[in-house]
């Protein structure tokens, strides 16, 4: 109860506090366990059960009703069965008519090989074909140093990645992760 409390508490003041001043916030960021398919294990998952989510973007959308509000992953583009747990876990929340508005992809690659084009254009396809935006978030293209070719497999890998990006219409925006890229 305290947990749950001091969650609607913080949502309001800190939404509320920004309300017609931000236009998007992510609300839940990675709520699945980092190399798998479950739930991430969090203190929100523990303590206040599988509602949590729904709940937090119920709180947030009445704090600033006018907010886009976002949901952010990591790794559904290698994590072996990841996209599907994570497109079911949103797509549930959208038939339960949760007020989301978009999906962020925390896109690390951990090398210049992958993701497949057209496999990659299909996840963004999935979370747009249920009405929401989506946004590759958090792209990074690990190289070698000591590859003369990393340049330019990592430039290969980011056309790639936008490639994808481009090709579905809700596909809204494309954000870097470090200053190296």
Do not use: M
């Not at 057209?118 to 590759?136: H, M, S, T, Y």
């Amino acid at each position: 109860v305290q947990l749950r409390e001091i969650t609607a508490e913080y949502i309001a003041a800190v939404v509320g506090r920004y309300a017609g001043r931000v236009p998007r916030w992510d609300v839940v960021n990675e709520p699945l366990s980092t190399f798998g398919t479950q739930a991430s294990g969090s203190v929100w998952d523990d303590l206040l059960g599988p509602g949590w989510i729904a709940e937090v973007f119920q709180l947030a959308h009445a704090a600033d009703p006018d907010a886009e509000l976002w949901i952010n992953e990591f790794g559904t583009d290698w994590v072996p069965g990841k996209h599907q747990a994570f497109l079911a876990l949103v797509a549930g929340l959208v038939e339960d008519g949760v007020p989301l508005h978009g999906v962020g992809l925390q896109t690390h690659r951990i090398s210049v090989a992958g993701p497949d084009r057209a496999v990659f254009e299909q996840q963004l396809r999935d979370f747009a074909n249920l009405g929401l935006e989506v946004a590759i978030t958090e792209l990074d293209v690990v190289t070698s140093p000591s590859d003369p070719a990393a340049f330019a497999a990592q430039a290969e890998a980011f056309r790639r990645i936008a490639q994808a990006c481009l090709a579905v219409a809700g596909c809204v925006e494309i954000t870097t992760w470090g200053i190296t890229d």
